[in-house]
């Protein structure tokens, strides 16, 4: 088995492990989406209009959880020590610390997010653009959110610093991905907005791992 | 693999603070050296810089004309004072993990499981272990993946005197087969044929 599958599988499992990741995510983001009708009122007409944007924004935000704990724990108790100083480059590893983050709780999210929306009234036929644009968004929050992480390494109250450095970050994809759905649901071309958060994604994938890992040499040094 | 580790006129300064200037060392195949040196004196930093955590503000570190990059990924090990262990992981897959990637061989695995008596905490979570047994199992993983560099920081602080003295006779073991060791220490240490005081 290779050292990359191995970090994979061992992020995957301390994710999932005791409850943690997706039950917390998925938690998250169906009590925030259950909370809209409260806020704006039962009508359904009203509640169909907003339900792709709310559940592509709680989903953006529900991204946030779990951000602040995928360094800091390997800083804490000295494993980014051993992953630094390893064969595989620390660009690779943070790629694929990202990439497990995901896994465990980007990608179930986007089971979920065509579930929300459809229960807020949303048409079913918008479910499989947004299980995409979640999927997509999950990279992009996951890379871009890795960045924050490894910037707020070491910092007090980090998780706050995370959402700080992150939340800009978040904005293209929330963009892109909300204006492909708002044109789907008004019956417009919804490619572009699609395609630009899959060129967001793409980028994020690519150059994220470059900056995390920067931002652990310095914090290690 | 074969390995020797020169630094020579290594200057360090952390936060701002200057740690040592002037260090020099050449530690051969087969030789131990005891780092010593009072609390905050910069031993901890010296193996991080060896193993390319820290850089050095000034003079050089060389692994005999190897290249330091690759001499890193594959030919030294760092114990520090924390062991890379999660505490809700069980002992056994930890120790599953970092063999492999350090590439470990299987065989290799399962002797040092029982050179150093885990067998039956392997299905224990780290959580459940003491500092002695943790140490343990942070120890098992030099031997699960042979490298001849070992840095250590403190290797017997939380074990008991009966496992000091395993501890001292794997040490012995490695560098016998021609293994290097560079440790951070209170106490002298029985295997060093050199000792080296850090002082500003």
Redesign the interface.
Known sequence: MSAAFRLLRREMAIAWGRGGGLLVTGGFFAGATLLLPLASGPEPERLAQIAPGAAWTVLALSALLGLERLFERDFEDGALDLMAHAGLPLEFTCALKCLGHWLATGAPLAFLAPVAAIALGASPALAPLLFACALAGGLAFAFTGGIGAALSLGARRGGLLTAVIVLPLFVPPVIFGGGALDAFTSGLPWRAGFALLCAYAAAAVALGPLAMAAACRNALS | MSLSLQIEDLSLSRGGRRLFQGLSLDLGPGQACALTGANGSGKTSLL?AV?????PDSGRIGFGGADPAAA???G?H?L???????P??TAG?ELD??A????GAPIALGAAVDRLDLRRLLDLEVRRLSAGQRRRLALARLLAAPRPLWLLDEPLSPLDAHWRGEVLEIMAAHLSTGGLVLAAVHDPLPVAALSLEIRP
């Open positions: 991080r193993a390319g955590l820290v850089a890193r990924a594959s030294l760092l520090g004072h924390l062991d890379g262990l999660k809700s992981r897959e993990f970092w492999g990637w350090q590439g």
